[in-house]
């Protein structure tokens, strides 16, 4: 079972459907709807959960999921503190999203700022900032996250701040070489011929020529982040009680795996869905953002 | 063509590239892309600037534009010196003379509408308002000949004519006073070179711009300039008004260049001059008049001194031994 499959197939005979279907393959429809119902959530918890993600009922706890025989007040389960597992789903669901997106967007525009300023300046410039991003290319990002979090202290803000930190010197070197060959494209020539300042060319010509590439990066880094962010809080560095997120759910579900598995699991295949929908759907949306590909 | 003003000086240009080093310890190795090179471009005239490919043509023209420093030498542009201005008043200065490359599609943003490109020099000069550069559009794909709904396309939806004339209606919706044309046609249909060819000297004569024709095509440069500057490894060979230079070829290599060009007309057989052998490298050229390891008429003296760009006649210059002599013994 090939994931790629409908983006890759031959042309297919006519027909609307046909056409709307490789315009729009099914699994990326399916992604897509599962990115929005994953926001929606997000945006919607403190409407829909049934409550709210500390209420513990002591008398309940671990009971499980009504499809397994638990009680239909606790559709998903409870843990061992009888906290209603649907409500912790959808409140660390929308924590676990926060984080990620400010987490990438920080990384995102920080390395792309720098591949810029790299590019521009060259000379020394360029090549401190290479230095750096090597030298944090070279380094097992999470024991750098763990030794900061644990010098520190842990906050939300540092949290994030690390978070947006991992992947930066990825959006820093594309880009850096990106803008240095497409600097010397026919296009950026003219329109500097044409008197246009570098701001200019930067902003309006060179970064939207770019900006599918680093889309592309952008959704290859995010499930990395959130990888990240569920990993440091598996490891009980990251997001902490009563506050909780996807990772979290994991790392303190992880004691009671034999006797209570969902617990874990269902985190688990929240964090696998999601990562997977987003990268799927970053794959489509690269293909669809160039216009030269736009007709096909 | 008497005592005018000129549009454009350029006086002792010279452009030397630095290449890459071949060892570590080796002395870095220099490209004379362009040198010593002086000529002038009258308002609303065509100056054509022929020569075979790598003799540094493209470089003039960027240099004419500062779109590139010139190692020595002065551009002097509606009276102004261009060379080493703050980057504003270079700006200030692209208003005035523009650009046309040679490969159209590389020169458009594929990711712009081609309506937008077109009126981008009125927002990067922020000339008139929006509602202005709509006009100015209409105008613009009136006057070289596109119809209205290209503005919508992409580059690559349309031909490769139809982007070239895009490209020159973004050169041209300033008003520019010079447009330096660096091989406009020569990534065209044979068909549509006329077409593009056509167009450019209208434009000319609606406009009175003038044009640096930069080519390696001597028919489109018959065609189209009044004045002809032939260049060889860097330097001015010959400078001549059309009709003299195609008439009676003074320099050696511009001899050879119009022998080379196929005449329709079977009685004109066995007049070609074969040129033996590649042009030199610029990195190292020849001693002397550089064309001397080619030319046929060469003499001790052509290895030994360079030549420099005599006048010979009414505004016509050459840069030959041989023919300043000829001029001088009788």
């Known amino acids: 079972m090939s994931i790629a499959s409908p983006l890759t197939e031959p042309a297919a005979a006519p027909g609307r459907a046909r056409r709307f279907l490789r315009r729009y393959p099914p699994l990326v429809l399916l992604a897509a709807l599962f990115i929005i119902l994953t926001l929606l959530i997000s945006a919607a918890a403190d409407w829909i959960a049934p409550y709210h993600y500390t209420t513990q009922d002591l008398s309940n706890r671990l009971l499980p999921p009504v499809f397994l025989g638990g009680l239909a007040q606790y559709p998903l389960g409870t843990d061992e503190l009888g906290r209603d597992i649907l409500s912790r789903l959808i409140y660390a669901t929308r924590f676990s999203v926060i984080i990620a997106i400010l987490g990438t967007s920080i990384g995102a525009v920080l390395g792309t700022l720098i591949g810029f300023i790299a590019a521009h300046f060259r000379g020394w410039v360029e090549e401190t900032l290479m230095m750096l991003v090597d030298a944090q290319a070279s380094m097992p990002f999470m024991l750098l996250a763990l030794a900061v979090l644990a010098f520190f202290g842990n906050s939300l803000v540092l949290f994030i701040v690390v978070l947006g930190i991992n992947g930066w010197e990825n959006y820093a070197r594309l880009t850096r070489g990106m803008v240095l060959s497409a600097s010397s494209q026919g296009y950026a020539v003219a329109v500097h011929a044409l008197g246009a300042t570098p701001a200019r060319i930067y902003t309006r010509h060179i970064l939207p020529n770019i900006l599918s590439v680093l889309i592309v990066q952008f959704t290859l880094n995010f499930p990395a982040t959130i990888l990240l962010e569920t990993s440091m809080s598996f490891l009980g560095l990251g997001i902490q009680p009563p506050l909780t997120s996807l990772g979290q759910m994991l790392g303190s579900g992880r004691s009671h795996l034999l006797l209570a598995w969902w617990i874990a699991v269902l985190p688990g295949t929240m964090i696998f869905l999601s990562t997977l929908s987003i990268s799927m759907f970053g794959d489509w949306l690269r293909d669809r953002l160039d216009p030269t590909l736009r007709n096909r | ?330």
């Open chain 2, 1 to 330: 063509m008497t005592a005018m003003v000129p549009l454009l000086a350029a006086k002792g240009l010279r452009r030397h590239f630095v290449l890459q080093r071949r060892g570590l310890w080796q002395r870095p190795v220099h490209l004379r892309a362009v040198d010593d090179v002086s000529f002038e471009i009258h308002p609303g005239e065509t100056l054509g600037l022929v020569g075979e490919s790598g003799c540094g043509k493209s470089t003039v023209g960027r240099l004419l534009l500062g779109l590139e420093r010139p190692d020595a030498g002065e551009v002097a542009f509606e009276g102004r010196n261009i060379i080493g201005q703050k980057a504003a008043q270079w700006r200030a200065m692209r208003r005035r003379a523009q650009m046309v490359f040679q490969d159209p599609l590389n020169a458009l943003d594929p990711r712009i509408g081609l309506g937008r490109q077109i009126i981008e020099p009125l927002q990067i000069h922020a000339v008139g308002d929006p509602a202005s550069h709509a006009q100015r559009l209409a105008d613009a794909l009136d006057a070289v000949g596109l119809p209205q709904e290209v503005a919508k396309r992409y580059p690559h939806e349309i031909s490769g004519g139809q982007q070239q004339r895009v490209v020159i209606a973004r050169a041209l919706v300033l008003d520019p006073s010079l447009v330096v044309c660096d091989e406009p046609v020569s990534a065209l249909d044979v068909s549509v070179q006329a077409q593009v060819v056509n167009l450019l000297g209208r434009l000319q004569r609606e406009r009175n711009i003038a044009y640096l024709f930069i080519s390696h095509d001597l028919k489109v440069v018959r065609h189209l300039s009044h004045r002809v500057a032939v260049m060889y490894l860097g330097q001015l060979v010959e400078v001549a008004d059309r009709e003299s230079l195609f008439r009676e070829p003074l320099h050696p290599y511009t001899q050879a260049l119009i022998a080379a060009v196929p005449v329709p007309d079977p009685t004109r057989r066995g007049r070609r001059i074969l040129l033996q052998g590649d042009p030199p490298s610029p990195i190292d050229p020849p001693s002397g008049c550089r064309f001397h390891t080619r030319c046929p008429h060469a003499q001790p003296v052509c290895r030994e001194r360079v030549p420099p760009l005599d006048p010979a006649g009414s505004q016509r210059w050459v840069a030959c031994h041989l023919v300043t002599r000829a001029k001088e013994s009788p």
